[in-house]
């Protein structure tokens, strides 16, 4: 596990996103999903509205939002959205502007409280997806992880940590806090669907981005090291088992990435759905 991880040295006075409350960013609503007529179904279970908060056993407080038509019986994949420090889930909801396109694409999209960082608080945060499946019809294929610093470094930790409670169908860290030879540390997961973020001008984290992609290239058995442009600031690997990209912006660490909504939202419709059963 990082140093950066372990002591938990990102503070709210160094993120000032947007920041550490509830501050100005993008209006926030839910959009209506065309729902196809092959929806995969499941036993009704509420909420009905759009828009849910609850805190879970161990006194975490999440956002969840769903397609402003939500339909109760049918199954939706998850994407949990990890805060960054000091956070709370409105801030990083209108930090990320994830909320319209997700829930557009047909997601529920899950906002958790920070959480200092630990390995305690890794295990409560790994129980966001089955918490909101208690409440909402989810599709335990299409489970996503993303968030900025802290919240990219959450993602990036139960995407790779042997013991997670799901399977992640795709993960999305922005400024994570993860070097190459804290991925080292890790055996490879199975090939994963991975979107790396990260900024040129972040002195907080310098080229850990780039370090982190490349370990996501050799774990996903992509051929060779060279990078092709793709869509964006975004540059994937080739002939990989699993779809692996970077994406290295102008930013600094503080900054959620220009366009990161609209590119990660099409990443993780795209990603195919696991085929892996989630552990028991």
Known sequence: MSAAWRTGVLLCAVLHLAACGDGEGPEAVST???YPDDSQACAPRGPAPDTFHFRTPQGLEVLVRAPANYRMDVRHPLLVVYAGAGMTPTATERLTGLTPLAT???YLVA????VRPSQAAL???A????EVATRHCIDDNRISLTGHSDGGTTATALAVMPHTPFRVASVIPS???FTGQDLAAFACPAPTPVMVFHGVKDRLFPGWGREASAWWARCNRCRG???TLAAGTCRNYLNCAATTYYCEGPQGHAR?????ARQLTRFIRDAPPTDEPSPP
Do not use: E, F
Not at 111 to 114: A, D, M, N, T, V
Not at 127 to 130: G, L, W, Y
Not at 256 to 260: E, G, K, R, S, T
């Open 32 to 34: 209506t999903y065309a």
């Open 104 to 106: 557009g694409a047909g």
């Open 111 to 114: 906002y958790p409280q920070h």
């Open 123 to 125: 295990r409560k945060l």
């Open 127 to 130: 129980t966001i997806p089955q």
């Open 175 to 177: 400024a994570a806090g």
């Open 225 to 227: 090291t060279n990078l």
């Open 256 to 260: 959620w990435p220009q366009d990161a």
